[in-house]
Structures are given as structure tokens and as C-alpha cells.
């Protein structure tokens, strides 16, 4: 009962409320008591989400011998029980609308292997401290296309409005810099595929303990490169990024390079609906890492609070070979674990003024890491698109402790029977996120990228 006049006050209070500012220190004082320190619900529930322990997987022992590629499964256990389409309405609560598209879209092979819950996704103690901090004093501002004060963690634990979701999400803690490896796939509808592979390298002046509020960073949030090395025909391009943070401001600045121009280009189409890179148009660019980029092309409003199937402690699909995980259709259900999770679930609509492929999304964020884990994607008939999901396999590793996505990133478009996949980790080392001093703003400039191009 507890649980649920929780979640009932803070859907009422999103639903109702249009003040984008901070909360009451009434309210912030719950973070740490009936609320986790970033906002979460401590309690567990009936349907089978697990009470938060503030504990997340001890990996001394897990790490010994360890060859530095994909993370050790720490989880040994077997799935409680499997959802198919021949069984799909007995487990009608627990599946988002997508599940449930997939379900009817490939009967004989879709399924998901449901396991208990583990909410294992922590953060170091002084990402708790800045959130508590961002509850009082966190602000959106300029019609909803930036922040103001808040610093390190999610601004808005406590949030307000659809909007304040968003940026949650946004803005959530993945520490400062992070080198990651891994591939893209997008299978034929026979299931043929060629793979990419690519790594970006991160920094998050948001995440900077040097920074005190949001008004410390030049209005710069992210900046972010990556260049492709395989297939042959891709091998050398480079894309270059600056996030805004006030997009009100100025918008996302993006270069690529090419190598059989060798020339870098401004590139202001890597943004909204223009088609994800390497994805053969079956992606946007904002659909990457769940969501990205500035919300002003949609008006959002809050569904509530589910408890929803949800991909988890995927830590087996990293250790599964990328010819057994990648199939026709859709990824082998076999090594994707799902969970029942809590989600803020906020649905954006576009506005009159605006353009884009999608006319409605609906976006699920993971209440514990602030991910978006899961969507739905709507065309201007009202139909279902695509779906997509995005695993989490949080970084236990003591010098890494994050909850950021490792766990697979999957975009079904149920009209072409086609999907691609990111973040694919099998057979590449684990994210770097020490050893990265080289990475400064003067890493991320045009001329770098066309020294990283060749």
C-alpha cells in the first residue's frame, strides 16, 4: 500500500504540475529515506520489483583472471519463467505495448526469458550528494531547452514534469570520460549482416567535479567522437559532436570526417529524425542511447509510473558470440534477461510546428538509472513503427561504477522486418574509463578529427 500511494502522489504531481523548478526541501528530504538518494522507490512490489538495497555486485571475486573484455556474469541463476505468444495474455500487465508487438509479430520465436529482480544499478556517494543538492535548487528553463544549477547527477530527482524526465535521462551520471568499443549490426530481413565496428570516446563536463552548477560549463554537456574501423568501406570515418546544454542558446555542433573526400564537414543533420550513422535508415539519430539530443520538436506529457518487463542485468548477451546473437527478424531471445522494473513512462507528441518521421513516441525510463530502456515509435497514421528496447548491465568495477548501457541496444522496425543492434560487446574490451587524461576539449576539435580519420 505503501508503493502505491507513493507512486500515486508523484503521478499526480507530474501529471498537474507546469512549474519546471526545484522541489520543497519537504520533498528533497525523502531522497534517502521512503526514496532511493537519485528518486527511485526503495519498496518493492507485488508484481516482483525488488526493494532497493543500495548494494550493487561485489566484483573482487568476480574479477580475478579477468582478461579485460566483456564483464563476468555475476547472476548464475535460471529465469522464472518464459513469456510466448501462446501465453502472452496471461502476462498482459507486466508487457509494454512493444513486448506485445513483437509477440504478435514473430510468434514461433520471440519470447522472454523473465528472471527474478536485482536492482543493481548504484552510484558513488557523491552523485547521491549532487542530487540531493539538484532537488532544491535544478530548474529547466528557456521553454524547456535547457537547465540551470544543477550539476553531476540527474537534476530532477524528484521531477516535475515530462519534461524534467527527460532531461533526467539526459543528463544521468556516467562519469566523466569513458572509451568504449563494440559493433552494429543490421540483419536482412534473410538475416545476412555485415558488422561495424566502432569506438567513441566521451567526456561529460556535466560530470565534472570541477564544475559547481550547470551555468560552469560553457554550455557544453557532452563531447563526443567516434570513428569506424571495419568494414573496409566505412573504415576511417569519424564523426565529431558538441552537446548543448541550452539548445535555446545554440543547437548540437557535429563534423564528420570522410576519407574519400578527406575533408571534415559541418554536419547539422546528425540530429533529430536524419537517419542513425551505420544504421541503413533503420534508426534516427535521436533514438541513440534510448534518446538524445534537445526535446523542443515535441510536446511531452506524463502516462504514470508502470511496473513493466524490463531488460536488466544483461550481462550474458556481452559474452554471447555475435553470430549466435544476431539472427533474422529479431536478437536470440536465449541470452536476453528480462526483469519486472519500475518506469516512468512519458509519451511526446509533435507539435504543429515541427517536423519528424515519428508523430508520437512513447519513451519507458528505468526509475533506478534513469536510462530510457524502452519505446515505442508511432508514424503519422497512428500506427506502431518501431520498437525499441535497450539493455543495462551497470559497471561494477570499483574505478567504474555506473549504470550506464552495456547491455545491448535494439531498434525492431515491425513494418520492413528488419531491426539494428548497438552496443554490441562480444569479443571487445570492457569500457576504458581510466587512462583517459589525453581526452580535453582540445581532443574534440575539427582538426583532431581528420588526424583520427587517417
Not at 521512503?34 to 526503495?42: Q, V, Y
Not at 519534461?163 to 545476412?192: C, K, M, Q, S
Not at 529524425?273 to 534537445?294: E, K
Not at 569479443?427 to 581528420?450: F, K, S
Request: aromatic share 10%; proline share 5%; with cysteine.
Amino acid at each position: 500500500m505503501k508503493t502505491k500511494m507513493i507512486t500515486t502522489a508523484l503521478t499526480l504531481s507530474l501529471t498537474a504540475g507546469v512549474a519546471y523548478a526545484d522541489v520543497p526541501a519537504s520533498q528533497a528530504a525523502r531522497l534517502g529515506a521512503d526514496l532511493t538518494p537519485t528518486g527511485a522507490e526503495k519498496a518493492g512490489s507485488r508484481s516482483g520489483v525488488a526493494a532497493w538495497t543500495g548494494r550493487g555486485f561485489d566484483g573482487s571475486g568476480l574479477l580475478s583472471g579477468w582478461d579485460g573484455g566483456a564483464l563476468p556474469n555475476p547472476l548464475n541463476d535460471r529465469a522464472l519463467y518464459t513469456v510466448t505468444a501462446s501465453n502472452a495474455a496471461q502476462y498482459d500487465s507486466q508487457l509494454t505495448v512493444g513486448q506485445k508487438a513483437m509477440l504478435a509479430t514473430y510468434p514461433d520465436t520471440y519470447k522472454l526469458n523473465v528472471y527474478k529482480s536485482n536492482r543493481s544499478c548504484v552510484y558513488p556517494d557523491f552523485v547521491y550528494k549532487a542530487a540531493k543538492r539538484n532537488a532544491t535548487v535544478g530548474k529547466v528553463i528557456d521553454g524547456g531547452n535547457g537547465i540551470s544549477e544543477a550539476i553531476m547527477a540527474g537534476p530532477f530527482p524528484i521531477p516535475n514534469s515530462a519534461l524534467e524526465i527527460v532531461w533526467n535521462h539526459t543528463l544521468r551520471y556516467r562519469g566523466e570520460r569513458v572509451a568504449r568499443d563494440f559493433n552494429y549490426a543490421v540483419p536482412t530481413v534473410g538475416g545476412d549482416y555485415t558488422l561495424t565496428y566502432t569506438r567513441d570516446e566521451v567526456v561529460f563536463p556535466y560530470s565534472n567535479a570541477q564544475n559547481q552548477r550547470a551555468e560552469d560549463l560553457n554550455n557544453i554537456s557532452i563531447y563526443f567522437v567516434a570513428y569506424t574501423s571495419a568494414p573496409a568501406r566505412r573504415a576511417g570515418s569519424v564523426v565529431l559532436v558538441h552537446e548543448t546544454l541550452n539548445m535555446a542558446k545554440e543547437g548540437r555542433k557535429a563534423w564528420t570526417y570522410s576519407p574519400g573526400t578527406r575533408r571534415v564537414r559541418r554536419a547539422p543533420n546528425i540530429a533529430y529524425d536524419n537517419p542513425i550513422t551505420n544504421g541503413d535508415g533503420m534508426g534516427t539519430s535521436d533514438q541513440y542511447d534510448g534518446y538524445n539530443g534537445a526535446p523542443d520538436r515535441y510536446d511531452w506529457t506524463v502516462v504514470g509510473k508502470q511496473e513493466k518487463l524490463s531488460i536488466q542485468n544483461n550481462y550474458q548477451v556481452n559474452l554471447t558470440p555475435t553470430e549466435v546473437m544476431v539472427k533474422a527478424g529479431h536478437a536470440n531471445p536465449d541470452p536476453i534477461r528480462y526483469e519486472m522494473r519500475r518506469q516512468w513512462v512519458i509519451e511526446g507528441n509533435l507539435k504543429n510546428s515541427a517536423r519528424h518521421i515519428y508523430a508520437k513516441r512513447v519513451l519507458r525510463m528505468d526509475e533506478d538509472s534513469g536510462q530510457m530502456t524502452a519505446g515505442e515509435m508511432y508514424d503519422g497514421r497512428g500506427e506502431l513503427w518501431r520498437v525499441q528496447e535497450v539493455g543495462q548491465a551497470p559497471d561494477y568495477r570499483p574505478e567504474a561504477t555506473t549504470c550506464w548501457t552495456t547491455g545491448g541496444e535494439w531498434i525492431y522496425d515491425l513494418l520492413a522486418g528488419r531491426y539494428m543492434v548497438l552496443q554490441l560487446k562480444s569479443g571487445r574490451p570492457a569500457n576504458a574509463v581510466t587512462g583517459l587524461e589525453r581526452l580535453t576539449p582540445d581532443y574534440y576539435t575539427p582538426a583532431n578529427v581528420r588526424r583520427l580519420g587517417r
